[in-house]
Antibody, heavy 124, light 107 residues
Framework: EVQLLESGGGLVQPGGSLRLSCAASGFTFSSYAMSWVRQAPGKGPEWVSGISGGGGSTYYADSVKGRFTISRDNSKMTLYMQMKSLRVEDTAVYYC?????????????????WGPGTLVTVSS | DIQMTQSPSSLSASVGDRVTITCRASQSISTYLNWYQQQPGKAPKLLIYAASNLQSGVPSRFSGSGSGTDFTLSISSLQPEDFATYYCQQSHSTPRTFGQGTKVEIK
């Protein structure tokens, strides 16, 4: 069974940093692209970033470009998101999600499954 | 960015009703459209991919249709576990974008 479990969320002050992790199991991690998707309280999901299976290609939403860095360690079957210069508007539940193929950005792409999420709160 | 607009934003229905939710893209996205269901406090769950393909394990009362800019998600006979919020998402181009959601409530 494919399982994803996020960790690393918490309360951080504006301008601060945080690193999220997503531990994967039940599939050949390196063969699939992965994404981070966030959801602010009471809002719809927002795709944040994606990474290819090998880690060589990364993609970001404009709202986080230059502040967030996605990476993966295939030997540890773990996805990461390093977040810096955090803003109040970054407050959300952050989910990791599996792509159906190795390459992020293909038109035949969907997010399945998702992890349970980890809450990031940016507040003074 | 491609904007996804869902209607209605919420609806009230009874068990056994047929329900239809609409999603409109701001430009043509062929059939690169996915649907998700989200229960309160849970992660979204994939229901339909590529506009009309039922994800494994999803009940057959769910169906999707459409192409270009207009898409629909239908539930043929609403069950108690179907009361949730539904989101569409386009995969035609990056950034991937979601609709604002349709909340299905009990009448």
């Amino acid at each position: 069974e494919v399982q994803l479990l996020e960790s690393g969320g918490g309360l951080v002050q504006p301008g601060g940093s945080l690193r999220l992790s997503c531990a994967a199991s039940g599939f050949t991690f390196s063969s699939y692209a992965m994404s981070w998707v966030r959801q602010a309280p009471g809002k719809g999901p927002e795709w944040v970033s994606g990474i290819s299976g090998g880690g060589g290609s990364t993609y970001y939403a404009d709202s986080v470009k230059g502040r967030f860095t996605i990476s993966r360690d295939n030997s540890k079957m773990t996805l990461y998101m390093q977040m810096k210069s955090l803003r109040v508007e970054d407050t959300a539940v952050y989910y990791c999600a599996k792509d159906p193929s190795e390459w992020f950005g293909e038109s035949t792409e969907w997010f399945d499954p998702w992890g349970p999420g980890t809450l990031v709160t940016v507040s003074s | 960015d491609i904007q996804m607009t869902q209607s209605p934003s919420s609806l009230s229905a009874s068990v056994g009703d047929r329900v239809t939710i609409t999603c409109r893209a701001s430009q043509s996205i062929s059939t690169y459209l996915n649907w998700y269901q989200q229960q309160p406090g849970k992660a979204p769950k994939l229901l339909i991919y590529a506009a009309s393909n039922l994800q494994s394990g999803v009940p057959s009362r769910f169906s999707g249709s459409g192409s270009g800019t207009d898409f629909t998600l239908s539930i043929s006979s609403l069950q108690p576990e179907d009361f949730a919020t539904y989101y569409c998402q386009q995969s035609h181009s990056t950034p991937r974008t979601f609709g604002q959601g349709t909340k299905v409530e009990i009448k």
